[in-house]
């Protein structure tokens, strides 16, 4: 399972986009009029713009994106329903609207933000609320994941770390997130639905980050994974350059 240039025949898959009429309540919202939805696309770049204004890795189309198509997967493989898969898509794609208006609280922030444009959008209650229960549980602080979509986001989010997320190569000798990000040639989130086991799977060129550096940034990441595997019934473990480290 290819989780960055791979293909799969789902929700999130290409087709013309059907959207429901704005407002009716109890609308089934499809992942893509959310994706293609103005108002969205706006939250998300202005998000991404902002975090990058204060220093963080990229944040934009190009990770939610990820993050929905990675969640929708693990959901899928663990043996979801295809709606509960694409609440998952939904809440991915939808995470880190926050940003738009404050590094600190986003989380909740986002919450707000997301229950209002899925409630104008005319998205019922119950699956607004698996939304934006996800996006606003910072897992890295307080948070343990309450629902299967939540669980498979924080997967998803914590599993991208890459160099393309890196904004400016030239910085990677001063700041460690980057330089740890860039290091990493190739992220891989394995699901072994027979083995219940999910990996996150690393290339690293250790020429420029060591991987006692990704440990030191990211430990917090890997102890929300594990937590996340857990409550779907599943271990988590972490291999780098062929190496099983956890």
């Known amino acids: 399972m290819s989780e960055r240039s791979g293909s799969h025949r789902s929700a999130l ?5 059907s959207p429901a009429p704005p407002g009716e309540r109890g609308a089934i919202i499809r992942f893509e009029w959310i994706r293609e939805h103005p108002r969205v696309g706006f939250y998300v770049r202005k998000a991404d713009q902002a975090l990058a204004e204060i220093g963080y890795t990229e944040h934009g189309e190009r990770h939610v994106g990820l993050v929905a198509r990675i969640a929708f997967n693990v959901l899928k493989r663990l043996g979801s329903s295809e709606r509960e898969a694409e609440l998952a898509a939904i809440a991915g794609y939808l995470h880190d609207i926050g940003n738009a208006v404050n590094r600190d609280h986003h ?4 919450a707000v933000m997301a229950m209002q444009l899925l409630n104008d959008m005319g998205m019922p209650d119950e699956e607004i609320l698996q939304v934006i229960v ?5 897992p890295e602080n307080d948070g343990d994941p309450v629902s299967r979509v939540a669980a498979a986001v924080i997967l998803a989010d914590k599993s991208d770390v890459h160099r393309t997320r890196v904004r400016n190569p030239d910085m990677i000798r001063f700041d460690i997130h980057d330089r740890v ?8 989130l394995n699901v072994d639905e027979a083995g219940k086991q999910i990996t996150l799977e690393l290339t690293v060129d250790t020429a420029i980050s060591q991987v006692m550096e990704y440990f030191e940034i990211f430990m917090t990441r890997m102890l929300a994974s594990r937590k996340a595997a ?17």
């Not at 898959?13 to 986009?17: E, T």
């Not at 989380?107 to 986002?110: C, T, Y």
């Not at 990000?181 to 891989?188: G, L, Q």
Request: hydrophobic residues 40%; charged residues 15%; glycine residues 18%.
């Open 134 to 138: 996800e996006i606003g549980t910072p």
């Open 181 to 188: 990000n860039y290091a990493v040639e190739k992220s891989f």
């Open 107 to 110: 989380a909740q922030i986002g």
């Open 230 to 246: 857990k409550f779907l019934g599943v271990s988590f473990g972490l291999t780098v350059n062929g190496n099983r480290l956890t």
């Open 13 to 17: 898959s290409g087709g013309a986009v």
